[in-house]
């Protein structure tokens, strides 16, 4: 068993993502025992048991699709003749797995640096729930003395967004200095062809509006754009950096737990 939680603390510090699966409840015949775990990564690769058989077949097919969900699941398999969880063993007795994935922590992507940029970058230092990017053109605002916890890019924000790590599931919050920079920024992270999880925008509905005609003649579709929340952030009259970077971070929250809400965004 300490192999087995040797081979977790090696994927986790590695950023790897696995699934593990673990037996919570077993009872009669059955040939895996409570606690016995097994880890399974994302080529298929298995670590340790859960008793063998049909039902750890079947649990390695199952980590295939939670590695395209990332939803865990806990699933039981009642081992008789006339259960259809029974796989066709009828060794008797039923047991019970929960099949966890664990992934990488997105990361929490913020264009610029200035007031609103450092509240959201404080607050989310706060939590372990992300990797946190910092990207501004300013170097005398981005840089690692001002947000020592973050990776910073301070080049061209076109050449930044090339260089950087982004991946599916990313949150994306642009909070530049008048948003000329914004739609060259939408147009490099469109051109990364990646599903994020949030892209968000501050300004004006009429800054929207006019970096929105400047993204469409760069190439952009409507599908990309009509995903970005814009204005940015929850309606909680919110007025100091403090209280829009809440505001901010909230949607994001409400936006990963699909719930649904009225707001107005910042000036």
């Not at 200035?114 to 404080?122: F, Q, S």
Request: with cysteine; proline share 3%; glycine share 10%.
């Amino acid at each position: 068993m300490q192999q087995i939680y040797k081979r977790i603390a090696e994927f986790i510090e590695n950023g790897k993502e696995f699934v593990i699966a673990t037996v919570v409840n077993a009872e009669s015949s059955t040939s895996g025992k409570i606690g016995f775990k097994m880890i399974i990564d994302k080529n298929g690769t298995i670590y340790g048991t859960i008793g063998g058989g049909l039902v750890e077949k079947d649990v390695i097919d199952e980590a295939k699709n939670i590695f395209k969900t990332h939803k865990s699941l806990l699933k039981t398999y009642v081992l008789k003749e006339d259960s259809e969880s029974s796989l066709g063993m009828v060794c008797g007795g039923s047991i019970q797995i929960f099949i966890e994935y664990i992934g990488e922590k997105p990361n929490y992507v913020i264009f610029g640096a200035g007031h609103i940029a450092k509240k959201l970058y404080e607050i989310i230092c706060l939590d372990d729930t992300f990797n946190i990017i910092v990207c501004d053109e300013r170097p005398e605002l981005a840089n690692t003395e001002n947000f020592p916890k973050a990776a910073v890019f301070n080049k061209k924000f076109e050449e930044s967004i090339s260089e950087m790590p982004l991946k599916e599931g990313d949150y994306i919050v642009l909070v530049t200095a008048g948003g000329k920079d914004d739609p060259y920024i939408l147009k490099s992270l469109f051109n990364k062809g990646i599903k994020f999880g949030y892209i968000g925008m501050i300004g004006s509905l009429k800054r929207k509006e006019k970096c929105f005609t400047k993204a469409k003649e760069l190439g952009l579709d409507n599908g990309f754009l009509d995903k970005i929340f814009a204005p940015i952030g929850l309606d909680i009259e919110a007025e100091t950096p403090f209280e829009i970077a809440i505001s901010i971070i909230a949607e994001t929250i409400a936006n990963n737990k699909c719930v649904s809400n009225q707001k107005k965004g910042f000036l």
